[in-house]
């Protein structure tokens, strides 16, 4: 949590080493970076060491002067004795790789600083690139990786996996969809990797252990299954690796007991992927270990009491209700829990099409794939579509019905399908009016795809270059309910004749899913190994403070005399026959005659309002012999109001 919240807070070169960093390394004080000259030198010194230093001090030295974040001067200058930084980058590139020795046997130390400097060079635009484009650096890194992760030590598979992911996702600000594309397909291809991969990171949650590498690995699975960045996933890469991080379900929810922030937050996005994107299948068994490993009533108390100007919980929180609206669309033991938590009157918001101000942001979606592809084929745009760009503003009506069908489509663009694209590409491209805004240039080098082919269109293997696919997401759950207005009422008192809700029935709330939560972890620490699930159909919460109120089904007799008499309001009653049911069962049973009085009173309130969902009345002849046996004058009143 420290490490993110630093990189959260705008200092990406902060890391985590085995030893201390040897300052007398470095060229310059640590709180500003080093120079230009400083960075090629020691870039320079990797290929060819001066004399009287080994490999091993020239790799430290760089790492020592080199943000952890990349090369600061990374591209070449545009003057006339520039260096071509991009040969430099590939050329020490080719060092590491050449001269890593043997990588059974290295010194740990050695090891870790080999894997930091790789992390530094692909970080760059270049290096980023290179993993691609060098031959044999692939190959490489991969043989490389994996001997490092059988090695068994928590520090080395950090840097190793926190090499891959600056592979995985560009750490530069120059985006290459493209190239982020090529990178994500080589290192998704070898199935025992990914395999060897996840058994680790099983075996680590399972004792508890690494969580800097359960975090890098939750990193590398984010960069693939979560959106935003799996768009530029292979589909068929994208539904294996879904589908084997779906069968360690079980290990995933145990990271949401995990106490550092940044893990869960890893967890609920791969979870949110998981439910989303997978099968029907895998979303149940999703949605039926959120309640067996305990997992909804803590993704609860997040969503429901964080309060922060902090961004990083704000997130959490944005997480954290989009998981519970997940688990509880169409599955019934999910929702009889939260009737069993929650009041039901503050469950009907749910069902209610009222909106509410939306003062958040989108802060799980940060990066739009489609405006980076579209950038970077814009300088391949022709004057027609340029023009079909610049008209998309007065888009007709009619558009909207086709837009999704066409933008799915992959055309293969023939001087036939040229003039059909030209003359459709307003409609194509409506459905993306909201994200691109009005100011953009429409390309016709990008193109979304449930499966990305492995080659792109025949006119375009002239440049040997294929379009930017950008893989669709998919939605096979997708909640319904009106969770915003809920939350937004969750915080409102409320005194209504379904609903009373205040700071103390609040407090109540959270002192309940509080203590299930320990206590359920507490079970777990004293089971051992042995697996246990929540019993969640015996929780529920109770709320002492509203135990001096009347209340008959779902409702509260003070207060709905009160609205009786001030009138005006509508009424809340959502099931009218079984309440009036109820109060009659009520007025039946109990002795005292204020009840009594309380039950007709509401009865002829209930009634009056609803008598056509309610129906006729058949015990009209038993009110009336009681009404001829009252002695009481409220009762009677009370009588003679009922049958008026």
Known sequence: SLLD???????????????????????GPLDLPCHEEIESSSLKFLTTQPVGWDFAQ?????????????????TTQEHLFAENKEKLISAGISSLISKE????SIPLLELEQQFHALRRLVASKAGFSCFTTLPGFREKVGWKVAKALKRNDDGISHAAIDMLCALMEPMHQDYDLRQEQL???SLLSSEKFLDGLLDMWTGLVVRQAGALVVAGVLDFLTFSLCSPYSETTDGKQFDTLLEKVAGRGRTLFRLFQHPSMTIVKGAGLIMKAIIEEGEEEIGARMQQLALAEGALPQHLLTALYTQSADGRFLTNRQLSRHLVGLWTTSTAPTMELMKRILPAGLLTFLES???VPNDDIDRLNTRDNLKLAMEADKKDSNAVLLAAGKGLATAKVAALATAELVTEKTYVYTDQAKK???KHMELALTHWRQRMGSNWQPSINWVRSDTSPSTGP???SKNNERPIVLRKRREHVKSTANWLLFYYHFNKDHSKSNLIWNYKTREELREGLESEIAAFKQARELSGKAMISWNHTEFRVDYNSLGEEIRIGDY?????????????QESVITDSSTFFNDLYHRFLLTPKVEMKCLCLQAMAIVYGRHWEDIGPFHDTRYILAMLDRSVDRQERDRLVLFLS
């Open 420 to 422: 059909i694209a030209e």
């Open 556 to 568: 509260f007799l003070r207060l709905l005399l009160e609205e009786d008499q001030m009138g005006g």
């Open 183 to 185: 990178n994500k397909s």
């Open 58 to 74: 020239a790799v430290s030295r760089f790492n020592a002067n080199v943000s952890y974040s990349g090369l600061l001067h990374a």
């Open 458 to 460: 025949a006119w375009l």
């Open 353 to 355: 099409e009222d909106t």
């Open 101 to 104: 020795g043997d990588q059974e």
């Open 5 to 27: 919240g630093a990189r959260a807070a705008g200092n990406p070169d902060v890391h985590v080493r085995m030893s201390p960093l040897e300052r007398g390394k470095r060229l």
